[in-house]
């Protein structure tokens, strides 16, 4: 499906003044994405695991105008107003205004609240931007009920990506799938499609633990970690063993072979740092915290013989991700080893989650 494929022929309807509202998740990748070409396309697949809990719930308030030159629009965030939210929604609203030709011919006032806690260090950019794409979406079905609903959740997708890569990530779950890949047929650049292929039971019910080691805002943007990767030394290579990560891990999701699961997501964590200590210039975002974790997880598993592994975004924190049957051993070691290195104790009880959902 093409860019062009999600314009609209026609708006029957003509709408009164109303509100939307979408709840969307947050996503964690099992395969990262760090490198991108033109506006949004990334430099390699990557493949997610969508969350339960950590959500953004958007509220999108719209009354018709005259229409304007500009985007007429406020934001707020917890209730109260934030205009440092405006330019990025204005930058959102500049990308997809070519596949919602209305946009200017409305207010919006956009009313944004999330789960997780504001000051986690967990970045709310993708379920914010799929939840924001998703209120937009919606307003389009109502001017054009005809809409097909795979063309909706794809178009929604497509509109996410352009706020944030993985925002694609955050429409459906329980395993997303975003970036061509010529052993997936129908994945795509420009929105993320639900992993089509057979999925052991085992990763239907999947933990997501998030440790938060560091609240506090990151050093590097991940805006300025995916341009650092023009150019990077060992940008070519680490994109060809995403790619091949991402094949890799179609047997293992079949098989439910959970010693390779955990190999190639922790390999993937650390390959994603690794981009970053040697971009020029060099950076570092774990902290002693976060290495400290990371060596009692491999004692842990060395010990007990469990599945419990680790990833990271771009930031300290840890996401533990684990197999229901082996919760009981993985909560007890949490509370005994690991809320130590958390900063005052605190973490996020996640699992996989199915995706965004309307709010009636
Ligand atoms: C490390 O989606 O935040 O979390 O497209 O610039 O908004 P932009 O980047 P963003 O990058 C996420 C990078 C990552 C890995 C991943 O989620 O795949």
């Not at 993708?126 to 054009?144: P, Y």
């Not at 052991?200 to 440790?211: A, E, G, K, N, Y």
Request: some cysteine; aromatic content about 12%; glycine content about 6%.
């Amino acid at each position: 499906m093409k860019e062009s494929n999600f314009i609209l022929p026609e708006y029957p309807i003509t709408l009164e003044a109303g509100k939307i509202e979408w709840k969307a998740p947050s996503n964690i990748a099992l395969i990262k994405y760090w490198g991108k070409k033109g506006l949004q396309i990334p430099a390699n697949p990557s493949l997610s695991f969508t969350l339960q809990k950590s959500l953004t719930s958007t509220s999108l308030s719209y009354s018709p105008i005259e229409k304007s030159e500009n985007f007429s629009f406020e934001v707020f965030f917890d209730g109260k107003p934030n205009p440092d939210f405006k330019p990025k929604i204005e930058d959102f609203l500049s990308r997809v205004d070519p596949y919602l030709p209305f946009l200017k011919k409305f207010h919006f006032k956009i009313e944004t609240t999330n789960t997780f806690p504001h000051s986690s260090g967990i970045a709310s950019s993708a379920s914010g931007f799929a939840a924001l794409a998703l209120c937009f979406a919606e307003l389009e079905r109502i001017m054009n009920t005809g809409i097909d609903p795979e063309l909706f959740l794809k178009k929604a997708s497509f509109m996410a990506r352009l706020g944030s890569g993985s925002a694609s990530r955050s429409i459906q779950g329980p395993l997303m799938l975003w970036g061509d890949h010529s052993m997936f047929e129908g994945s795509s650049d420009i929105y993320a499609v639900v992993y089509p292929f057979e999925v052991h039971p085992v990763f239907r019910s999947f933990h997501d633990t998030i440790l938060l080691v560091d609240r506090g805002r990151k050093s590097v943007s991940s805006s300025m970690g995916h341009q650092l990767m023009v150019g990077h030394r060992y940008a070519g290579k680490r994109f060809d063993q995403a790619s091949d990560n991402r094949t890799a891990m179609k047997a293992i999701l079949k098989n439910g072979d959970l010693n390779r699961f955990v190999e190639i997501v922790e390999s993937e964590a650390l390959s994603l740092h690794a981009m970053m200590m040697t971009s020029i210039p060099y950076y570092l975002l774990m902290q002693p915290n976060t290495v400290a974790i990371i060596q009692k997880i491999w004692e842990f598993r060395l010990r007990t013989g469990l599945h419990l592994c680790f990833t990271l975004d771009a930031g300290a924190n840890v996401h533990l991700l684990f197999p229901d049957d082996e919760s009981v051993e993985v909560y007890n070691f949490i509370q005994e080893e690991l809320l130590e290195h958390c900063d005052q104790g605190g973490l996020i009880k996640d699992r996989v989650g199915l995706g965004a959902v309307m709010v009636s």
